[in-house]
């Protein structure tokens, strides 16, 4: 289980201190939802609950909603700027 954690806290370290290029970015933040998906279904499956199942089912779902709409805004962003880095990027004025 501790592996999981690694995994996760790995991830948000690289997203703090390391976050030049969006499409890493994302990267990094699949690696968290994956991670995080491992512990669920690791955590949740040790029961014979089958409602376990059908809650990591939704919960990959909204993982690939996530993942469409960052490389939806990465395709956007491209498109009007013609770069794809993070540090140009201002939420205030975006």
Same mark, same amino acid.
């Given at each position: 289980m501790s592996f999981f954690f690694f995994l996760f806290f790995l991830s948000v370290f690289y997203v703090f201190y390391n976050s030049f290029h969006f499409l890493n970015v994302l990267l990094v933040f699949e690696l968290m939802v994956v991670s995080i998906f491992i512990g669920l279904f690791y955590g949740l499956t040790i029961g014979?609950?089958? &409602?376990?199942?059908? !809650?990591?089912?939704?919960?990959?779902? *909204?993982?690939?909603?996530?993942?469409? *709409?960052?490389?939806?805004?990465?395709?956007?962003?491209?498109? &009007?700027?013609?770069?794809?880095?993070?540090?140009? !990027?201002?939420f205030l004025g975006f």
């Open positions: 014979t609950n089958s &409602f376990s199942l059908y !809650f990591c089912i939704i919960f990959l779902t *909204l993982a690939v909603c996530e993942s469409v *709409l960052g490389l939806s805004i990465l395709v956007g962003v491209s498109r &009007f700027s013609g770069m794809y880095q993070t540090k140009p !990027f201002s």
